[in-house]
């Protein structure tokens, strides 16, 4: 009888802490710090050690929050046109059919699913490669999200888009059950057609509150009307509301591709569970005329994680 009691003491404080850390956080599995898995290192923009550091001019641009659950930051001006320019310049001879994976190894074409192109974009070579500027480029992203720690840029991509060319509804992120995913993403405009029509980066999940008609510079607002004036106190249909009223929930919008600027959202909840935000949920949108050529900066690493 004694070793049963034995036992049992055993097990109430094996088990006391974590029970006490589950029920003390509503419920909530409590974080496990993982260690890195293994991963192709090649995929991420790492230096090697003793790899000069290159010249970086400060950056100019200016952010809008359009939301806080997710994580939602408009950057404006984030690529200058001299980095638009060379960026194209040097995509042009790089550019193949994109392709999509189902399980992180192994991909292939479909274009019904992704239909456009892509070029990998070098991190080393002389003079006139460009690759000074894309270097720059992953150190202004890395600063933009405040040199955290267990985090690395993927290789930097473009994609370009022609007719009938799109990317159809996905998110950025896989499973972060251990700890460990793409934790964020930028979807960056490198360069648009005068008279592209179609191409809007679609979140049809998004959630907003009281989109203020200034967001038109960047987002498609066909709800606005030629009535409807530039502050708050009007309504999207132009109709005089109360300014003290609660702006009311919406939810989907549609990113213009407006060269130079950007998008950056976060793509898992903070909440340990390793869950993504069904927000993220996104599509890049036929062409259906003109072109353009968009960048993919997408960070990997360790999950953020807040306690309740």
């Known amino acids: 009888m004694f070793s049963y009691v034995v036992v049992g003491v055993a097990l109430l404080l094996f088990f006391y802490s974590p029970l006490q850390e589950y029920f003390s956080a509503g419920g909530v599995r409590p974080h496990v710090y993982t260690p890195r898995p293994a991963i192709n290192e090649s995929l991420l923009a790492t230096d090697a050690p003793g790899d000069r550091v290159p010249d970086c001019a400060p950056h100019a641009y200016s952010i809008q929050i359009l939301s806080k659950a997710p994580l939602v930051i408009y950057i404006e001006n984030f690529l200058s046109t001299a980095e638009r320019e060379l960026l194209r310049d040097i995509s042009d001879p790089l550019f193949e059919p994109s392709t999509i994976t189902n399980n992180g190894a192994e991909a ?34 890395l600063a933009f999200q405040g040199w955290r720690d267990d985090l690395w840029l993927e290789r930097l991509r473009t994609q370009r888009y022609g007719p009938s060319q799109h990317y159809a509804h996905h998110f950025d992120w896989g499973s972060g059950a251990l700890g460990w995913g793409r934790v964020s993403s930028f979807m960056v405009w490198v360069d648009a057609a005068q008279d592209l029509e179609g191409g809007g980066t679609e979140f049809p999940y998004l959630r907003r509150r009281g989109l203020r008609k200034e967001w038109c510079r960047w987002v498609e607002c066909a709800a606005f009307t030629s009535g409807s004036s530039d502050d708050s106190s009007s309504s999207h249909e132009g109709k005089t509301k109360d300014p003290h009223e609660e702006p009311e929930e919406e939810m989907g919008l549609v990113f213009k591709p407006a060269p130079g600027n950007a998008v950056f959202w976060e793509n ?8 993504g935000w069904e927000e993220t949920w996104h599509a890049g949108l036929p062409v259906r005329k003109g072109f353009k050529v968009g960048l993919n900066i997408w960070s990997w690493g360790r999950l953020d994680y807040q306690m309740a």
Do not use: K, M, Y
């Open 108 to 141: 292939h074409q479909d274009a019904t699913i992704r239909n456009s192109e892509v070029a990998l974009l070098p991190r080393s070579g002389g003079a006139g490669s460009g690759a000074d500027t894309v270097r720059c480029i992953e150190r202004r992203a």
């Open 268 to 275: 898992f909840r903070p909440d340990g569970t390793g869950r």
